[in-house]
């Protein structure tokens, strides 16, 4: 498990019922390494002023986590972590890499509305 | 600019950066019993976090730099520091008796002194291309992605420690791995720049920069530019890690604080800059050796110097209403 102070999605089931049950979710799937790391803390800040989104993590090396590497919208992506973005149950949006608190900020903005 | 003074939250000193240095301040200071505020524009921990293990730091046979920020994390917030991380100093007052810093133009603190500990960033190539294909090719840590690169060409770019040393890691994963760089010699240890250039798997070339990344939805092949001849080459490669040094983090007090020509704050001994009651430390200073070692002991020695500074400021005080009364 993730030593972060978000919620953990463990399986891919899990994941499906959170996606299901909230308009808006982000979640982070990553290790725990330099780049992962401060997008999780980004998401830690973000998650008080952000009240309609719904932060989550997964582990990246987790079986399970292969629901979201086999995404067809990480498809192209060589760097970790996979940040993926869902409204309605839908993806609308997928970055890899680092991301900046406001690169962060800037999807939520344009996809969820603050 | 700052709004009113009298709206803002007062602490007795102000760390602008969470990393070692930083932290280290803010222990000592809260540990004396000041009242402190640390800001961060990025994550708790500095450049440490971007260390996967350390193993030099006397004490702690081995460790993560992640867990080692967590730890200087939890011991600072222990004694009583308050910290605010990934937010931006949008707007300072410095230079008078109290500073004043606004943070994400919404929040106004001020302090009676403030240690600039605010680190480095690591230094992109101000590409357009760099930026658009990062994570799809570009990536400035080999092992967090190198594994996605199993088999296949990739380069990497600069010639230091860490560009010797990632270099020869990608070999693990990597088909090939041909470093470029700009000098006509690497600025390595010599121990890692024999084993770079040893190594059946990499190939050098040196005096050269990249022009461009190629590649639409993934990095396909990097342009190189010799500086030699200024003639232009294509080399097919997937990956491209770069490792081209830090920046110190001195944009916001350019034209405050007195700055060496590589933009580092100057300071003497005591980590004082030419401004009263500010001070530095840690990689945003002007020095040699940049060390988690050294960052704790520029930040130990600060803290002390803001010690001193706000005893002699309240005794000047003290003295003066002394010697109105009498």
């Keep these: 498990m993730l030593k972060t102070n978000l919620k953990h999605i463990q399986s891919a089931s899990e994941l499906n019922k959170v996606v299901s049950e909230n308009e808006n979710v982000m979640v982070c799937c990553g290790r725990m390494g330099p780049m992962c790391i401060p997008v999780y803390d980004a998401m830690e800040n973000l998650e008080e002023k952000y009240e309609n989104v719904k932060f989550f993590d997964m582990e990246f090396d987790n079986p399970e986590a292969s629901v979201i590497r086999s995404l067809p919208e990480c498809r192209n992506f060589s760097g970790l972590p996979f940040t993926v973005y869902y409204k309605n149950g839908k993806v609308v949006k997928a970055t890899s890499s680092i991301q900046t608190k406001d690169e962060v900020k800037a999807i939520l903005n344009d996809k969820f509305g603050k | ?326």
């Design chain 2, 1 to 326: 600019m700052i709004n009113s003074v009298n709206k803002m939250k007062k602490y007795d000193t102000i760390i602008i950066g969470a990393g070692p240095a930083g932290l280290t301040s803010g222990i000592y200071l809260a540990r004396a019993k000041q009242s402190v505020l640390i800001i961060d524009q990025g994550t708790v921990g500095g450049q440490m976090i971007m260390t996967h293990k350390i193993a030099n730091y006397p004490g702690v046979i081995d460790i993560s730099g992640y867990e080692l920020a967590n730890n200087m994390k939890a011991q600072a917030k222990e004694f009583g520091c308050k910290i605010i991380s990934g937010s931006k100093i949008t707007g300072m007052d410095i230079s008078g008796g109290i500073k004043s810093i606004e943070v994400d133009g919404e929040d106004n603190y001020s302090s009676d002194a403030v240690i600039i500990a605010a680190g480095g960033e690591p230094r992109s190539l101000g590409l357009e291309s760099e930026k658009r294909l990062k994570g799809k090719g570009i990536s400035y840590c080999a092992t967090c992605d190198g594994d996605f690169f199993q088999d296949q060409d990739i380069v990497v770019v600069g010639g230091g420690n860490s560009a010797l040393e990632e270099a020869v890691s990608l070999t693990k994963y990597a088909r090939s791995v041909t470093i470029i760089h700009q000098f006509d010699h690497f600025q390595g240890f010599p121990h890692a720049i024999k084993e770079a250039a040893e190594h059946p798997k990499i190939k050098i070339i040196l005096e050269s920069v990249v022009e461009e990344f190629n590649g639409d939805e993934n990095l396909n092949s990097v342009i190189i530019k010799n500086l030699k001849d200024g003639s232009l080459k294509e080399i097919n490669a997937s990956g491209a890690f770069i490792f081209i040094g830090y920046v110190p983090r001195t944009g916001p007090f350019k034209g405050i604080i007195a700055l060496n020509q590589k933009d580092e704050i100057i300071t003497d001994i005591e980590m004082r800059t030419n401004i009263s009651g500010v001070f530095a430390a840690g990689d945003v200073i002007s020095k040699r050796y940049r060390q988690v070692t050294t960052a704790v002991s520029d930040g130990t020695i600060a803290a002390l110097s803001v010690l001193d500074f706000l005893n002699s400021k309240k005794q000047k005080i003290e003295y003066s209403l002394a010697s109105e009364v009498s």
